[in-house]
């Protein structure tokens, strides 16, 4: 407990353990000076500036961990002060450490903190180093500051910085034109998701005359709000999550994202910001359990990301592109299961996907860098060379494959669960198809990277320094023990606990399902690793064991080829052409429909340039004819003699 | 009246104006005498202290209680305060900027005008808030305006500073003309100049047909007055005028001039037509008319947003930038809400701050690089970091980013859009034309950090301009954080 | 509407003032501007009379069609004024800006065709002068001060625009 008193005042010994909630404003606090002091000293510090963003993230992790403790004996503290009053209305700031947010804070530090340590590896040398541990600093301030939040107006200026924090580090490699449109498309795209968000959340003040979560809660409760009321402002607050966790048909953005520094895809766009659209939803899960519309929108809209990114993601050849779209796969599936009513499902799911996909990006960055490519054409049999990288990737393929006793088999089984539960047969069995997806391009990825031959120019690939490994080595463990707070064998601990004194919530608890559920789950997901192992792992093996074994074993492995020519002839092609003709509604749909828009402004800007001709008279002939324009339309319309 | 009336009345709250127009003359005969060859620089140091003593005055006026002079033809009340603080702090900015504005070609001569002109500027738009009289508030309108012509063109050898003020002579004597028709029919029907027994007067109106030529006038005064807000349809000039007129000039068109055409809009729409010719349910003309301006705002938004993502000119995107403001503005006088005078004036105060701090950093470079292109950004943040992190907070406020001053302005303008009778059109239409806007800010912000340097010249900040920008910044961020410091202000006023 | 010698009256000025100013605006010689204006002037002082606004149409006559006229002919005779080309304006904007001015006379007169005034008695036609005086001297002392300033304004605005620059000019040579 030594770091206790890095963020705790002299009266914290003295009154006892409860104060750390009290202080729990302290935690995003600790970025943010991080973030000051690289500003104002960075240029002086150079590369020592690693260790203030190490060293304060750690206070911050640390502190995170004691007060996710206390949370566990003590309950729900949270304070507020007026902030800004409108009119007759008083808007109130503060923080609130509740079981879903102390859990979340423990996440993001945690995953900062990896990060921070990793980084100091993986960006070393670069002439902007300070830069990008400040902007590490400001994103997981904006972060920490989100998930502590009590009032939707609050999460909303946080939610918004976060957006900055995104865009600079998307952008972090300037020079690089497709770094620069990355960054700004993920900007605008997510803003689009904000406007949604901000008229639903304007649209609730109206109705409850609050934006603190409790009183929002209290109002659905009482019936104050209509039930279609309800459901337009939950719609609409999806919207944001919908942008910001890359859920379709907003989530070009997210793969382009992959510009950016590998460390900072694992923390924002794998971790803490593209999750945090789930936590919204999760966080306002009350107003959304209280009408079935929206829910169902959620459930749909998830598990068709989910299969929709899915698929895309069996055609991928860059490393970081296949996880961006798993990740947008897997935040459907969280989706899903929030939709399905499926709660402590949907946290669950985030919080081992977090693990799990921070670890696979960090383990991404590490063969980077020791290949110095991302395009898996180019790279096999990194097995034997990355001693540490290819098991820790291993580990974080399992899980998010789903295979038995990994973390992500628990929180898939619970979602799988919960769209049964919830009684959505066909969205039930669109995620069981994505899970079989998601096997199968994952292990895909790995067969590819690590087994085989090397591909491609390989010179002096060697492991990664150990303040990269041993981040990696922490996911690992994670990765695998996440799922065993909450499993149907050992004990459902952290559902019980996160529906725990809310009766709102109680319902959407923990959820068994039955026993054919986890069979199929597991049946899928090996099928899935079994048609990779045959395709990519098996087809290399054969074709130098054939040339020199006999013939009585050719005819085996004859039909074994047959085997793969029928996957090949049969499901590939299906899900080939599914996935280009997804892949082609992403391009022309989904991105002509947003040109379309962009085309529309920019004509209007050509037109308004255009009668902007410099000519005085035109001006003034522009503000006469608009003055009679509107004397005209008053003299037919308005009420001359009523 | 004998001598005995004029001397009954409390003069003293016309002190900050005796001020500013002491020191008027005072510089006026100054670059008068002293020798040719003396920095006229002095003169706008002399300037400034006279502003800071008028800001004070204002202060140690604060708690006087709302008093009138001469049938009120000057009123000192709780809104000719608060607006006048606005326009004071801005002029003394605007005095910053103009003190170290050094332009290439046509000033030489012309320093001590240049800065006793921006006083007689601010004289008519102080005169405008506290004026319960159509006569005085017109003749305060004519003094701003003038000066402002006259500022305009002030670099006579600069054919665009020229164009500037031909272009802005012209288009505000349409203006005026249309103005002045229409407060003649308000006149006409009343028979009276004075604002409150104007109200008084068409209170009582029943007459169909007057009420017609209430709304005919209406629509006159707010298209005249819409020139000094640069909003639709009577925006046009702006572009061409601010990219002309010397950068301290542009800065003070933007804000000062704008904020007090707001103030005379509050003025006259407010205290005229509220409850004019009430219908049976009791609302007034200003009811009636509500669609007119709200389609007025809902252009404004789009003409200004649109067409800036089009411009190359950074003072040109500017005046479009500043005619979107002015239709967020407008957003808030068309919903009325009870909290309309509260917006706007947070709003005019945020956008004061956020404006004036950018035009800084914009004379600074455009004075640097010879031309006014938004490409002369490229690479500030190598060339003067902190020049471009401020200007980074500067554009993000502008934007209207959360955390900013910018922010609070718009919410509070957003939440009084939901007031009463819901505009959801209204606020969408503003919502969508502030995500339009993060383009063109975005743009300055990518030329800043993403950009290499066409000219890697260290860029030297001069003395008047880091005060500029250090009030600018530090007020964007405080009343982005802790918004209740104005609120307070402005309760607490009497 | 009955036909009273003060609406002919009336008819007749507006008429010229308006064709002045129509004229004013078409002409192409500088001196036949200058003249269109005069009739302006003069039948704007016209209806000032018949407003009973005797000062008023006398301040009318003295500065505006006296003095102003006076000083743009001699600015005139000092200068070269012989561009003439035409102004050339889009056939649209004509066209919108007729059908605007179409527009705002409709929407105005039919508020003011049978607009009825109410008659107050007043004392307009007793020593006018003495109480547009008295009123600039008491009650809009303000207004009146300020307008001084708003001259000077105006002074030194004219003075800086339009002086001659002789180290300028020497300088060129």
């Known amino acids: ?642 | 009246m004998d001598l005995e009336t004029l001397k009954s009345f409390e003069w003293s709250v016309m002190t900050p104006e005796f001020i500013i127009l002491g020191v008027a003359a005072l510089l006026t005969l100054l670059d008068l005498f002293l020798p040719k060859k003396m920095d006229r620089r002095i003169l706008g140091w002399i300037g400034i202290v006279g502003i800071l003593a008028a800001i004070l005055s204002v202060a140690s006026l604060l708690n006087v209680e709302s008093t009138s002079i001469l049938d009120d033809s000057f009123t000192f009340d709780a809104f000719g305060k608060s607006f006048k603080l606005i326009l004071l702090v801005g002029s003394a900015l605007v005095m910053f900027l103009a003190i170290s504005y050094d332009a290439k070609e046509g000033m030489e001569d012309y320093r001590g005008e240049f800065y006793y002109l921006f006083l007689s500027a601010l004289l008519g738009a102080m005169i405008m808030t506290s004026s319960g009289d159509l006569i005085t508030l017109f003749i305060g309108l004519e003094l701003l305006t003038v000066s402002s012509y006259i500022l305009a063109g002030i670099r006579k050898h600069n054919l665009q500073s020229n164009e500037s003020a031909m272009k802005y002579v012209i288009n505000g004597g349409i203006s005026t003309a249309i103005t002045l028709f229409g407060m003649s029919y308000v006149y006409g029907l009343t028979g009276t100049t004075n604002l409150f027994e104007i109200a008084n007067k068409l209170a009582a109106v029943t007459n169909g047909q007057q009420a017609y030529l209430l709304g005919l006038a209406f629509l006159m005064i707010f298209v005249g007055l819409s020139f000094k807000l640069a909003a639709a349809p009577f925006h046009m000039w702006a572009p061409d005028v601010y990219q002309g007129a010397p950068t301290p000039v542009t800065a003070f068109l933007s804000v000062i001039s704008k904020s007090a055409g707001f103030v005379i809009v509050i003025r006259i729409l407010i205290s005229v037509f509220y409850n004019a010719a009430p219908t049976d349910n009791g609302e007034g003309i200003l009811f009636k008319m509500h669609d007119y301006l709200a389609v007025i705002a809902a252009v404004t938004m789009i003409i200004g947003n649109v067409v800036a993502l089009k411009q190359t000119n950074i003072k040109r995107l500017f005046a479009y930038s500043s005619i979107a403001h002015a239709g967020y503005i407008l957003v808030a006088l068309t919903t009325m809400s009870s909290n309309l005078l509260y917006s706007i004036w947070f709003y005019l105060l945020a956008y004061m701050l956020m404006n004036l701090g950018a035009f800084a950093v914009i004379q600074v470079v455009t004075e640097q690089a010879g031309s006014s292109k938004i490409s002369d950004f490229a690479g500030l943040a190598r060339r003067s970091p902190i020049l471009a992190v401020l200007m980074g907070i500067l554009l993000v406020s502008l934007a209207g980013f959360p955390g900013t001053a910018g922010f609070i302005g718009k919410l509070n303008i957003f939440v009084g859009a939901f007031y009463g009778t819901p505009h959801y059109v209204l606020a969408a239409i503003m919502i969508a034309t502030t995500v339009i806007s993060y383009f063109y800010y975005f743009g300055i912000m990518t030329q800043m950090f993403f950009r290499p340097a066409s000219d890697e010249r260290k860029l030297n900040i001069p003395f008047g301009i880091v005060v500029v920008l250090l009030v600018a910044v530090v007020g964007s961020i405080l009343f982005g954080i802790m918004p209740n410091i104005a609120l307070d202000f402005l309760n607490n006023l009497h | 509407m009955i036909f009273t010698g003060e609406f002919l009256a009336f008819m007749g000025l507006a008429l010229v003032a308006i064709i002045g100013g129509v004229l004013l605006l078409n002409l192409n010689k500088v001196i036949h501007m200058v003249v269109a204006l005069i009739f302006t002037f003069v039948a704007i002082a016209g209806i000032y009379v018949l407003l009973s606004a005797e000062f008023v149409a006398a301040v009318q006559i003295l500065i505006y069609s006296g003095a102003i006229t006076i000083i743009m002919l001699f600015g005139i005779m000092l200068t070269k004024h012989d561009d003439e080309s035409e102004a050339k304006s889009g056939k649209w904007r004509k066209l919108f800006l007729f059908l605007g001015i179409l527009g705002f006379a409709f929407a105005v007169y039919i508020g003011i065709y049978n607009f009825n005034v109410e008659q107050v008695p007043t004392k307009l036609h007793e020593n006018n002068t003495l109480q547009i005086g008295e009123a600039l001297y008491s009650k809009y002392i303000i207004p009146f001060e300020l307008t001084s300033v708003l001259l000077l304004v105006a002074l030194v605005g004219s003075i800086i625009l339009a002086k001659n620059d002789k180290k300028k000019e020497a300088d060129k040579e």
């Open chain 1, 1 to 642: 407990m030594e770091f206790v008193h890095e963020g705790c005042q002299a009266p914290c010994s003295i009154k006892g353990i409860v104060i750390m909630m009290e202080n729990a404003w302290l935690i995003p606090l600790f970025p943010l000076l991080s973030f000051l002091i690289l500003l104002l000293f960075g240029k002086r510090l150079k590369e020592a500036s690693a260790y203030v963003g190490i060293l304060f993230t750690l206070a911050s992790l640390v502190y995170s961990i004691l007060v996710l403790f206390e949370r566990f004996s003590e309950p729900t503290y949270g304070t507020n002060f007026e902030w800004l009053t409108i009119g007759d209305l008083h808007l109130t700031a503060g923080f609130e450490v509740n079981q879903l947010n102390a859990l979340m804070l423990v996440i993001v530090s945690l995953v900062s903190f990896l990060v921070h340590t990793y980084s100091k590896g993986y960006m070393q040398g670069d002439e902007r180093f300070p830069v990008f541990y400040a902007y590490l600093g400001l994103f997981t301030f904006a972060m920490l500051g989100l998930v502590i939040s009590p009032n939707l107006l609050q999460t909303y200026i946080f939610w918004e910085l976060v957006g900055v924090g995104s865009f600079l580090l998307i952008g972090f490699y300037f020079y690089k034109e497709e770094a620069r449109a990355a960054a700004k498309k993920a900007f605008i795209m997510t803003r689009i998701g904000d406007v949604g968000l901000f008229i639903g959340m304007i649209l609730l003040f109206w109705q409850t005359k609050s934006f603190e979560y409790k009183e929002i809660f209290a109002a659905v409760d009482a019936g104050e709000i209509s039930t279609s009321m309800i459901t337009l402002t939950a719609i609409l607050i999806f919207i944001g999550a919908v942008g910001k966790s890359g859920q379709f048909p907003l989530h070009t953005w997210l793969p382009d994202a992959m510009e950016g520094p590998t460390p900072v895809s694992a923390l924002i766009h794998a971790a803490t910001m593209v999750a945090a659209g789930v936590y919204l939803v999760a966080s306002l899960f009350p107003l959304f359990a209280a009408s079935k519309t929206a829910l169902l929108t959620i459930a749909v809209i998830g598990a068709f990301t989910a299969i929709f990114a899915a698929s895309i993601g069996l055609v991928q050849t860059d490393i970081k592109r296949v996880l961006a779209y798993s990740t947008v796969s897997q935040l459907g599936y969280m989706m899903l299961a929030l939709g399905s009513a499926g709660y402590v499902a949907g946290v669950f799911h985030l919080m081992t996907h977090a693990f799990f996909k921070a670890l696979l990006f960090l383990a991404a960055g590490s063969v980077i860098h020791a290949v110095h490519t991302q395009n898996i054409e180019e790279m096999g049999g990194l097995w034997k060379k990355l001693k540490l990288t290819g098991p820790l990737f291993l580990i974080g393929t399992l899980a998010i494959s789903g295979v038995p006793l990994f973390s992500g088999f628990f929180s898939k089984d619970e979602i799988l669960a919960a769209a049964w539960e919830g009684g959505h047969p066909i969205l039930f069995l669109l995620a069981l198809i994505a899970a079989f997806m998601t096997a199968f391009y994952m292990f895909r990825l790995f067969f590819m990277v690590f087994t085989g031959e090397a591909r491609g120019s390989q010179k002096h690939v060697h492991e990664s320094p150990a303040n990269m490994t041993y981040p990696m080595i922490l996911l690992g463990v994670l990765a695998i023990i996440a799922g065993y707070v909450n499993t149907p064998w050992f004990g459902t601990f952290l559902g019980d606990w996160l529906v725990d004194g809310n009766e709102a919530l109680a319902q959407h608890g923990h959820i068994e399902g039955p026993v054919w559920i986890m069979i199929a789950a597991t049946v899928v997901s090996l099928a899935g690793i079994y048609l990779a192992y045959l395709m990519y792992y098996k087809r290399s093996l054969a074709r130098n064991w054939l040339s020199g074994t006999g013939d009585t074993l050719h005819t085996i492995v004859l039909n074994k080829y047959y085997v793969d020519e029928f996957y090949q002839l049969t499901v590939l092609a299906a899900t080939t052409a599914i996935s280009y003709f997804l892949r082609f509604i992403d391009v022309f749909l989904v991105e002509g429909l947003v040109k379309g828009v962009v085309g529309i402004v920019q004509g209007l800007g050509r037109a308004g340039s255009k009668l902007q001709s410099g000519q005085v008279q035109t001006y003034g002939a522009v503000a006469f004819i608009g003055l009679a324009l509107l004397v005209v339309i008053f003299a037919f319309t308005g009420g001359y003699l009523r």
